[in-house]
């Protein structure tokens, strides 16, 4: 089953903070976060495995809560670089822990940001 | 530089024809992966493939078909039972954990 992204759409002005969040119904095993110009290929931003790990990336940061199921990514003051799709990537967990790698992505939140 | 390369950029193809996507990568990957992805549904696994010789059907397999007989090599023919084939396509590698995306192919089926 697909995780379930929301919002669909952000629009921001420049230095404004967006949550973007990320759930699932199955357990998981790792959460990827992925950027994606229009027309380009989805550019890697960070990956959190479970033990409720939370990671920065400049000014973009994740948090993944292995219990609850979900994922948020925080972009503090927003620069235009950030407008693009962003994708959440779900890890199922196997008997064992062990992961296949196969990754099943959100639908994607829009980010726009404005001068 | 290593990285994947998706060929052709935009493909036009006739309804009812067979067409074949290439995905090259020298990143000696072991995983391969491809998407389709569609406007708000986000990108949705077609096949991927552990190890040469090997692969496994992903969420949307039907109407399409994949090899993978060198490391390097990830081919995906789109078939003509597949019903809605116009959509861009996606190839990815993985190494530990981490997936490296291609440019994508537009397909159009006309």
């Known amino acids: 089953q697909q995780p379930v992204q929301s919002p669909q759409a952000v629009i921001l002005r420049e230095g404004e903070d967006a949550v973007i969040n990320c759930s699932s119904s199955k357990a998981l095993y790792s959460v990827h976060w992925y950027r994606q110009k229009h027309g380009e290929a989805p550019v890697f931003l960070m990956i959190?495995?479970?033990?409720?790990e939370q990671k920065g990336h400049e000014k973009i940061s994740a948090s993944f809560n292995e219990k609850k199921q979900q994922s948020s990514l925080y972009l503090t003051a927003s620069q235009l670089s950030y407008s693009g799709t962003y994708f959440c990537g779900f890890q199922d967990t196997l008997a064992g822990g062990t992961s296949y790698g196969k990754l099943t992505f959100g639908q994607g939140t829009i980010l726009t940001v404005h001068p | 530089d290593g990285g994947i390369t998706q060929s052709p950029k935009y493909l036009f193809r006739k309804e009812g024809q067979n067409v074949t996507l290439s995905c090259e990568q020298n990143l000696n990957h072991d995983a391969m992966y491809w998407y389709r992805q569609d406007p708000g549904q986000g990108l949705r696994l077609i096949y991927y493939s552990q190890i040469v010789n090997d692969f496994q059907k992903g969420d949307i397999a039907e109407g399409y078909s994949v090899s993978r007989e060198k490391k390097e090599s990830f081919p995906l023919t789109v078939t003509s039972a597949q019903k809605n084939p116009t959509a861009f396509y996606l190839c990815?590698?993985?190494?530990?954990?981490?997936?490296?995306f291609g440019s994508g192919t537009r397909l159009t089926v006309v």
């Open positions: 959190l495995l479970k033990g409720g």
């Open positions: 990815a590698s993985r190494r530990q954990g981490r997936y490296t």
